[in-house]
Nanobody, 118 residues
Framework: QVQLVESGGGLVQAGGSLRLSCAAS????????MGWFRQAPGKEREFVAA????????DYADSVKGRFTISIDNAKKTMYLQMNSLKPEDTAVYYC???????????WGQGTQVTVSS
């Protein structure tokens, strides 16, 4: 079973940037479509961005469009989320997982904490 490990989170001031990484332990990613998700305190987990393994197709939540960029490096078996112009409302635990549209996966890793101070 492929494991996904998130990293790159941290504390940053509003307007700053972070790059998150998602490393897959298997020979490849577990699904053709992969995504980033986040869960803020007291809120439900939500979709952030998705990408096809080819990297040709991407999708973003409206709240992050123009600020976040998702990318994938199949040779390194790593997916990235470049986050620019961060806002306090981006504070959350960020997770990577397979992307199945509105249906969220059942199993999740530990995620990586992103905290944006105002």
């Amino acid at each position: 079973q492929v494991q996904l490990v998130e990293s790159g989170g941290g504390l940053v001031q509003a307007g700053g940037s972070l790059r998150l990484s998602c490393a897959a332990s298997g020979r490849t990613f577990p699904s053709f479509l992969m995504g980033w998700f986040r869960q803020a305190p007291g809120k439900e987990r939500e979709f952030v961005a998705a990408i096809s393994q080819t990297g040709l197709n991407t999708d973003y939540a409206d709240s992050v469009k123009g600020r976040f960029t998702i990318s994938i490096d199949n040779a390194k078996k790593t997916m990235y989320l470049q986050m620019n112009s961060l806002k306090p409302e981006d504070t959350a635990v960020y997770y990577c997982n397979t992307y199945r549209g509105s249906e969220l996966p059942d199993s999740w890793g530990q995620g990586t904490q992103v905290t944006v101070s105002s």
